[in-house]
């Protein structure tokens, strides 16, 4: 993918087909993966209706219980200049809100910290350091704080809190004309004969909705806390421990257990938890705990952005699919939009495959 059409998919600004008729798009799913697609479509596109279609909204979506701290891993398989692409779409669009009148309202702000190792990794400068700010290795100084670890890592980056910002995405959406149905789509033949275009945004559900084995649940439990002190972020890589100050609570993680679906808290990991969490800040022992929360990750290799034909009688319907982000969603969420976008733009102006022949 060439800086060019990394620019492209930066912009909305398209013009209007004002010969076309209203397209209906459907967006399968209302996680921060769907509810960006939804609402990059919508405002891009203004001769397409869009409507989300999922059996959940906020507050009820693994997105809302997600820390939303923009420090994204390397996704095997994937050219990293199209990772590279993704989180820039995504840090840009979230640092203007930050720096605009509706960032209390989208939960969204800057968050400095660091990031710890026990071990000193092979790759100490991950993709993504130039495009977030101040990122450097820590003192010597600094890391007497830390004497249980080798390499520490400063950084600037940004937090979205999915419990405001699904609701403020909702309101955009709507705008422009955008509707929100309570929908649990289980077949896509049917869907297709009351839409043009559908956006398969549906992250774990996909396994059921297109057979997709490859997707399975990453599941994450964590502890809410009521600790203002606490200002900086930490996280350790390679143990899953995290500690995330946000605008009304502290997020203190968590799990990352592969294939488990259980949705119910489980006592000993909050154990655990709090344990390594204060083993950083001593402090958080004192801390008022709001709640406890689990969520399922749609896991995958790697996520899967690509475009396919569904026949439908007489007619091919395009179909996006967007879904498998991990625990990326939010860090990768407007980038992969804004490519889900560009599939969508692109086929309501190609021939489908049959009209080529």
């Not at 958080?284 to 705990?289: D, H, K, P, S």
Request: aromatic share 8%.
């Amino acid at each position: 993918m060439s800086n060019t059409n990394c620019a492209l998919y930066s912009s909305l600004l398209l013009q209007e087909y004002s010969s076309m008729m209203k397209v209906k798009v459907a967006v399968i799913g209302a996680g921060i993966v769907g509810m960006s697609t939804a609402v990059c479509i919508a405002e891009a596109l203004p001769f397409c209706t869009v409507t989300v279609l999922a059996k959940e909204f906020s507050p009820d979506t693994t997105s809302d219980i997600a820390a939303g701290i923009l420090l994204p891993k390397e996704i095997p398989g994937i050219p990293l200049e199209r990772q590279l692409c993704w989180f820039k779409g995504t840090f840009d669009h979230l640092l203007a809100i930050s720096e605009s009148t509706q960032a209390s309202e989208a939960g969204v702000l800057l968050s400095s910290g660091y990031q710890l190792f026990k071990e000193v990794p092979s790759i100490t400068k991950p993709y993504w350091a130039d495009i977030v700010f101040g990122f450097r290795t820590m003192t010597d100084h600094e890391m007497k704080r830390f004497p249980n670890y080798k390499l520490g890592q400063a950084v600037i980056t940004l937090k979205c809190e999915g419990l405001r910002y699904l609701p403020w995405l909702e309101k955009r959406l709507t705008k422009t004309g955008g509707q929100m149905k309570r929908e649990k789509v289980t077949d896509l033949q049917k869907l297709a004969e009351s839409y043009d275009v559908i956006v398969n945004c549906s992250g774990l559900g996909s396994r059921y909705l297109v057979g997709d084995e490859q997707v399975h649940p990453i599941r994450g439990q964590i502890i809410k806390v009521h600790a203002p002190w606490v200002k900086n972020f930490i996280r350790v890589l390679g143990e899953n421990t995290y500690i995330y100050p946000g605008i009304d609570y502290v997020t203190l993680g968590g799990t990352q257990q592969v294939n488990d679906w259980r949705l119910e808290v489980d006592k000993d990991n909050s154990k655990d938890i709090m344990k390594s969490c204060s083993e950083l800040i001593p402090s958080l022992r004192t801390a008022q705990v709001l709640g406890e929360q689990v969520g399922l990750r749609p896991g995958r290799r790697n996520l899967r952005l690509e475009r396919e034909w569904l026949q439908v009688q007489a007619r091919q319907v395009p179909l996006v699919h967007n879904y498998g982000h991990g625990s990326w969603g939010i860090s990768l969420s407007w980038g992969t939009a804004l490519e889900a976008l560009d599939l969508v733009r692109k086929s309501l102006h190609e021939k489908p495959p049959h009209a080529r022949l």
